[in-house]
């Protein structure tokens, strides 16, 4: 077997995005501008919502969103044991409390039985994640919410009583284009994060956007204009509109954040968009299908991950095998030759109880061993675009004689 480079994830940039960045380079407005605005209204368009509000980081999306519901000390936020870290991370920087619950029993995402044990009075959101792609369970976590509604405790005049029950705010990092009962991601939840880091099927370099899809009492153009606030100081008009003239005169109404996108960035976007269904999510499914050529006569020994079910489908942005009855040490001993033989691999995620911040705070890997046993035997295989065939098989043949 020749030996080859594999990388894990390079970005999918082409010509067309380079042309896109200098053509913005060149107009002379390269941050939040007419090419941000353009980029929120085609998330939205496709993903089936009213609006949406792009900004640097899917991080600082969940941060808005939580701070938008006025979310902070004294407040409970559940999110899942099977995360990286920014899903909590968020929650601590506004001041409530972490609530870890388990994945279901051999899966990777939140189980909405565990969240129900989980909720107080003082629950006000719910953050699931959209581990691989795969949606989490959004009826069964609605209904949880819904059966919980007699316990809700909103704090008066905010958007807490106005939705009168716990926020679900879906940490969709992985899962752009996926979708769930035929819908989007993006308006299923009542409140979505996206993701658009340079490793993401969709690529702004840094980068995310929030979309929501909250009951009619709510008015999208308000959320749209605090929204903005928070991302930009608290400043209530942005660079473009302090262009006009005589527009110079600004107020800032709240000591706000800094998390706008920048056109340079949506550039990126508007092309990997215009590329994304026909060709990035096209090619993710071929190399998926080339992977289940060369390893489904394995899963004696392999367990392959799930793409598709009676009413989510994954957008594919991770290819995590398990290997069957193996522990940490075997797993970690295939990795390195995989390694060996230049396949770089990644393990996703390490939960969170097993890292130091998380255990500082008290959290114990003891009381989420369904995330833990994920975990254990976890493999995430390369899935970049520049893969070939041979490169699927060039990795298989590796994996199967380090097992």
């Known amino acids: 077997m020749e030996k080859r480079k594999i990388t894990f994830s390079p970005p999918d940039i082409t010509e067309r995005e ?14 939040t501008g007419p090419k941000t605005k353009k980029f929120e209204n085609e998330i939205a368009e496709y993903c089936g919502t009213k609006k949406s509000v792009a900004l640097n980081s899917a991080t600082a999306a969940m941060e808005l969103a939580l701070r938008l519901f006025d979310i902070g000390e004294g407040d409970e936020v559940i999110t899942s044991a099977y995360t990286y870290t920014a899903s909590a991370s968020v929650i601590y920087h506004c001041g409530a409390k972490i609530i870890l619950a388990d994945t279901k029993k051999g899966e990777f995402n939140i189980d909405p039985k565990e969240i129900e044990k989980l909720i107080t009075p003082r629950t006000k959101a719910i953050i699931p994640v959209d581990i691989a792609g795969l949606p989490a369970d959004y009826t069964e976590i609605f209904e949880v919410v819904e059966k919980k509604r007699n316990i809700f405790n ?3 005049g905010t958007y807490q009583e106005k939705l009168g029950r716990i926020l679900v705010l879906a940490d969709s990092a992985h899962s752009f284009g996926s979708t769930y009962k035929g819908k989007k991601i993006g308006s299923v939840a009542d409140i979505t994060s996206f993701s658009f880091h340079a490793i993401k099927n969709l690529t702004t370099a840094e980068g995310g956007a929030l979309t929501w899809n909250l009951p009619e009492n709510f008015d999208n153009e308000e959320i749209y204009k605090k929204l903005m606030l928070l991302a930009l100081h608290g400043q209530n008009k942005d660079a473009l509109a302090k262009l006009k003239a005589g527009a110079w005169k600004y107020d800032i109404v709240m000591p706000g954040y800094k ?7 949506a550039s990126i976007g508007l092309v990997q968009l215009q590329r994304y269904d026909g060709e990035i999510l096209k090619k993710k499914e071929e190399l998926v299908s080339y992977y289940e050529k060369y390893l489904g006569d394995l ?19 991770l290819y995590m095998i398990r290997l069957k009855n193996q522990d940490e040490e075997k797993r970690n001993e295939v990795i390195a030759t995989l390694g060996e033989n230049d396949i770089a691999t990644n393990v996703h995620f390490q939960p969170l109880p097993l890292l130091t911040a998380y255990k500082r705070l008290g959290f114990k890997i003891e009381d989420y061993p369904n995330a833990y046993n994920q975990y254990k035997n976890e493999i995430s295989l390369p899935l970049h675009d520049f893969l070939t065939e041979d490169d699927i098989k060039y990795i298989c043949d590796s994996l199967v004689k380090s097992l």
Request: contains cysteine; aromatic residues 4%; proline residues 2%.
């Open 18 to 31: 380079i042309a896109e960045v200098v053509d913005t380079l060149r107009s002379g407005w390269i941050t």
């Open 299 to 317: 899963t004696d020994k392999i367990e392959l991950p799930i793409f598709k079910d009676d009413i989510k489908e994954s957008c594919k942005h």
């Open 259 to 265: 998390c706008n996108m920048t056109d340079i960035m």
């Open 154 to 156: 909103a704090k008066k």
